[in-house]
């Protein structure tokens, strides 16, 4: 072996232009892989701080009556099926041990009403409680006016990307209640006319939600402008509200209403499918004798007064909080549930370290499956939509330029080497002459190529860690949407860990043996006879 690498090292030397042609491929190809997978990992790991850490978890709930898994950018704003389910669901991922936390919230777009005939602008609304959320996504939101709303507070926070997107629409100026016009936070837009600039603490909002007649307008008031402190120009179209508003804009129960003691005669009623009215009159008649006058019966009568405020949409909210049909009473609720009763459209769920999202999936699935509970999970890729999607399109072909840098740097090398064989013909074939076995020469071909690989390919992975690890210091940043996502966030953050390294002089490796291949065959196939010829 000393002998194979000292006589390796001979030839390095005398071929000094082939050597240092070869050597700076393997330079090159070094530095591109490593900085390639420093670009891969820092993208990885700020998409699952900035998405999964930050906004929506690793795991998301929603109803099974949902079309379509997307429901973070749904197309052409499309509403979320509504879950009513809670503390059932509750129940369930309390039992799951390799869940970590969850945050039930509301999400669904909104019309954002204009007060001086504008065109009315549009925005995400987000409900949940705001206490809880702090506790999902600790440090996601940077107060940038006002404050954060409290427990118990019905108010709004408004990102400082939405807030310049409705002035567009509305033509006034979003600033918290109880604060002042900052200069330095207005847009150019908002600037160039601030003589002249209209502001306000409220925003009007209807909720946009299929299938429910009672959406409403709600005024919230701005308790604080907010910044996503990562890819705020996506997340920034969220407004995020307290759960009780957000469901009474979406036209949903709420967990303060009380639900309405329904008669087992009008539960019929309202439950009816058909609008027949001849058919109350057949032989299976709604109205029924009375066997027993109770107290308050009307004079004359021989049923009781029904209650007062009995319409579908309190039956609705009778079965939203577990009301049998055909009792004449609701079913109370036992025990506190986190995140309270009412409707939400998804749960957000985080999982412990270490837990593969395949199995945490199937495993969630089955159990609410099993106990009927009309929800089902998704992984964060695929409920955040066409975000997830280009996240992982662009970390694969990140990929696929390694792969091709790889390719190329083998085929290059692979050309170089099989032409520095050709030309030492004599020189092999002096040394098959007297006496060197094909396996010596190709393991010095071999040796030639390791050693130029090591020398040159590693100070190229030097120089790429080196570049990986100066790069943050200039705090490269973008407003570009599809660049935030290359980055993982706002600011360009290419991160190597030993991992990283070690598949990185793998790769090198691979390519070293691959390259030299072909060219050893060429050099063992070299005889005494193709020397002479050749001469």
């Given at each position: 072996?000393?002998?194979?690498?000292?006589?390796?090292?001979?030839?390095?030397?005398?071929?000094?232009?082939?050597?240092?042609?070869?050597?700076?491929?393997?330079?090159?190809?070094?530095?591109?892989?490593?900085?390639?997978?420093?670009?891969?990992?820092?993208?990885?790991?700020?998409?699952?701080?900035?998405?999964?850490?930050?906004?929506?978890?690793?795991?998301?709930?929603?109803?099974?009556?949902?079309?379509?898994?997307?429901?973070?950018?749904?197309?052409?704003?499309?509403?979320?099926?509504?879950?009513?389910?809670?503390?059932?669901?509750?129940?369930?991922?309390s039992r799951q041990s390799y869940?970590?936390?969850?945050?039930?919230?509301?999400?669904?777009?909104?019309?954002?009403?204009?007060?001086?005939?504008?065109?009315?602008?549009?925005?995400?609304?987000?409900?949940?409680?705001?206490?809880?959320?702090?506790?999902?996504?600790?440090?996601?939101?940077?107060?940038?006016?006002?404050?954060?709303?409290?427990?118990?507070?019905?108010?709004?926070?408004?990102?400082?990307?939405?807030?310049?997107?409705?002035?567009?629409?509305?033509?006034?100026?979003?600033?918290?209640?109880?604060?002042?016009?900052?200069?330095?936070?207005?847009?150019?837009?908002?600037?160039?006319?601030?003589?002249?600039?209209?502001?306000?603490?409220?925003?009007?909002?209807?909720?946009?939600?299929?299938?429910?007649?009672?959406?409403?307008?709600?005024?919230?008031?701005?308790?604080?402008?907010?910044?996503?402190?990562?890819?705020?120009?996506?997340?920034?179209?969220?407004?995020?509200?307290?759960?009780?508003?957000?469901?009474?804009?979406?036209?949903?129960f709420t967990s303060s209403q009380?639900?309405?003691?329904?008669?087992?005669?009008?539960?019929?009623?309202?439950?009816?499918?058909?609008?027949?009215?001849?058919?109350?009159?057949?032989?299976?008649?709604?109205?029924?004798?009375?066997?027993?006058?109770?107290?308050?019966?009307?004079?004359?009568?021989?049923?009781?007064?029904?209650?007062?405020?009995?319409?579908?949409?309190?039956?609705?909210?009778?079965?939203?909080?577990?009301?049998?049909?055909?009792?004449?009473?609701?079913?109370?609720?036992?025990?506190?549930?986190?995140?309270?009763?009412?409707?939400?459209?998804?749960?957000?769920?985080?999982?412990?370290?270490?837990?593969?999202?395949?199995?945490?999936?199937?495993?969630?699935?089955?159990?609410?499956?099993?106990?009927?509970?009309?929800?089902?999970?998704?992984?964060?890729?695929?409920?955040?939509?066409?975000?997830?999607?280009?996240?992982?399109?662009?970390?694969?072909?990140?990929?696929?330029?390694?792969?091709?840098?790889?390719?190329?740097?083998?085929?290059i090398i692979v050309n170089t080497?099989?032409?520095?064989?050709?030309?030492?013909?004599?020189?092999?074939?002096?040394?098959?002459?007297?006496?060197?076995?094909?396996?010596?020469?190709?393991?010095?071909?071999?040796?030639?190529?390791?050693?130029?690989?090591?020398?040159?390919?590693?100070?190229?992975?030097?120089?790429?860690?080196?570049?990986?690890?100066?790069?943050?210091?200039?705090?490269?940043?973008?407003?570009?949407?599809?660049?935030?996502?290359?980055?993982?966030?706002?600011?360009?953050?290419?991160?190597?860990?030993?991992?990283?390294?070690?598949?990185?002089?793998?790769?090198?490796?691979?390519?070293?043996?691959?390259?030299?291949?072909?060219?050893?065959?060429?050099?063992?196939?070299?005889?005494?006879?193709?020397?002479?010829?050749?001469?």
């Amino acid at each position: 072996m000393k002998l194979l690498l000292t006589i390796a090292w001979r030839n390095i030397l005398r071929h000094k232009g082939k050597s240092l042609v070869i050597g700076a491929i393997l330079f090159l190809g070094a530095l591109l892989m490593t900085a390639g997978n420093g670009v891969i990992s820092g993208m990885s790991a700020g998409v699952e701080k900035n998405i999964v850490n930050g906004f929506m978890g690793d795991i998301v709930l929603m109803s099974d009556k949902q079309k379509s898994d997307n429901i973070l950018f749904e197309f052409m704003a499309a509403t979320i099926e509504p879950i009513h389910s809670y503390p059932q669901i509750a129940e369930i991922l309390s039992r799951q041990s390799y869940v970590e936390r969850y945050l039930p919230v509301g999400k669904n777009g909104a019309l954002v009403l204009s007060e001086n005939e504008a065109t009315p602008g549009f925005a995400y609304l987000i409900g949940a409680d705001l206490a809880e959320y702090q506790k999902m996504f600790p440090g996601s939101l940077n107060v940038v006016e006002g404050g954060m709303i409290e427990p118990g507070e019905k108010a709004l926070l408004v990102p400082t990307f939405a807030r310049e997107k409705l002035y567009d629409y509305l033509n006034y100026w979003l600033i918290p209640q109880g604060g002042s016009l900052i200069k330095e936070n207005l847009s150019k837009d908002a600037l160039e006319n601030i003589d002249s600039l209209a502001v306000s603490t409220t925003v009007v909002m209807m909720g946009m939600s299929s299938g429910i007649n009672s959406t409403s307008d709600v005024r919230f008031t701005v308790k604080g402008i907010v910044k996503f402190n990562a890819l705020n120009q996506i997340f920034g179209h969220f407004c995020i509200a307290d759960i009780e508003s957000y469901r009474e804009c979406l036209g949903y129960f709420t967990s303060s209403q009380k639900t309405a003691e329904v008669p087992r005669e009008e539960q019929k009623l309202l439950d009816m499918e058909t609008e027949d009215l001849d058919s109350l009159f057949g032989t299976d008649a709604m109205v029924v004798p009375n066997t027993r006058k109770p107290s308050g019966a009307v004079p004359g009568g021989d049923r009781p007064v029904p209650p007062l405020s009995t319409n579908r949409g309190q039956s609705l909210a009778a079965r939203q909080t577990g009301a049998v049909p055909g009792s004449d009473s609701p079913v109370p609720q036992t025990g506190a549930v986190p995140g309270g009763t009412g409707t939400y459209n998804a749960v957000f769920i985080k999982l412990k370290p270490g837990v593969s999202y395949r199995e945490a999936v199937g495993r969630l699935n089955r159990a609410l499956s099993e106990s009927n509970s009309g929800v089902r999970a998704v992984t964060w890729n695929k409920a955040s939509g066409p975000i997830g999607s280009m996240a992982i399109i662009i970390k694969s072909a990140l990929f696929l330029f390694v792969t091709l840098l790889f390719c190329v740097a083998v085929i290059i090398i692979v050309n170089t080497l099989t032409m520095a064989a050709l030309e030492r013909t004599s020189e092999l074939g002096m040394m098959r002459a007297i006496g060197a076995r094909k396996s010596f020469i190709g393991g010095m071909f071999l040796g030639e190529t390791a050693i130029l690989s090591a020398l040159f390919g590693g100070v190229g992975v030097l120089v790429g860690i080196l570049a990986v690890k100066l790069v943050p210091l200039f705090r490269i940043t973008s407003a570009n949407d599809m660049v935030q996502i290359l980055y993982g966030g706002d600011t360009f953050h290419p991160l190597l860990g030993v991992s990283d390294i070690t598949l990185t002089v793998v790769q090198l490796a691979v390519v070293t043996v691959i390259a030299a291949l072909y060219p050893m065959k060429v050099a063992r196939g070299i005889t005494p006879l193709d020397a002479i010829t050749r001469d």
